[in-house]
């Protein structure tokens, strides 16, 4: 079992609300914006690496040393979250590659999974990645090491 770490919730907020408004400005441009959610997908997938030029990670660095807003480091584990964000960068990968097949109804119906969920994250603090990563470490799924933080 992982020893349990501080995650700055700020960071994933700033996460959240880019994935929100970048796939929302590509639904309302239509069609072309394909570029906009393969950019999210790549972002959250680099994110979910826990690379340091992960494009939304370096954007919470400058907000942050601009001093726009201030860190919330929280005891929480971050296998969870990196494992959410795989998951966007998944069903965001997927949407498109349906996007540039034409498929615009499976398209955006994975982009509007991906804006519901981080919604969810954002405004009520549930992550349902971070719940199904807990769930398969309940069952002894190898590769998801990290029990949920007691309350």
């Not at 959240?16 to 997938?45: E, Y």
């Not at 966007?88 to 398209?107: D, E, I, K, S, W």
């Not at 971070?130 to 309350?151: E, H, K």
């Amino acid at each position: 079992m992982a020893v349990q770490t501080k995650v700055d919730q700020n960071g994933l907020k700033t996460g959240q609300a880019l994935t929100i408004l970048i796939l929302l400005v590509a639904f309302l441009i239509g069609k072309p914006a394909w570029a906009l959610v393969a950019f999210v997908a790549v972002a959250q997938l680099l994110g979910a690496l826990n690379l340091p030029f992960a494009p939304y990670r370096v954007f919470y660095l400058l907000i942050k040393q601009a001093g726009w807003i201030k860190p919330n480091p929280q005891p929480d584990h971050a296998q969870p979250h990196r494992f959410a964000m795989l998951v966007g960068a998944l069903f965001n990968g997927g949407a498109t590659v349906a996007l540039l097949m034409g498929n615009m109804v499976l398209g955006w119906s994975l982009v509007w999974v991906v804006i519901a969920l981080a919604n969810l994250n954002f405004w009520v603090n549930f992550c349902l990645g971070c719940w199904v990563y807990y769930q398969l470490n309940r069952l002894g799924v190898p590769g998801f090491g990290v029990s949920a933080p007691a309350n």
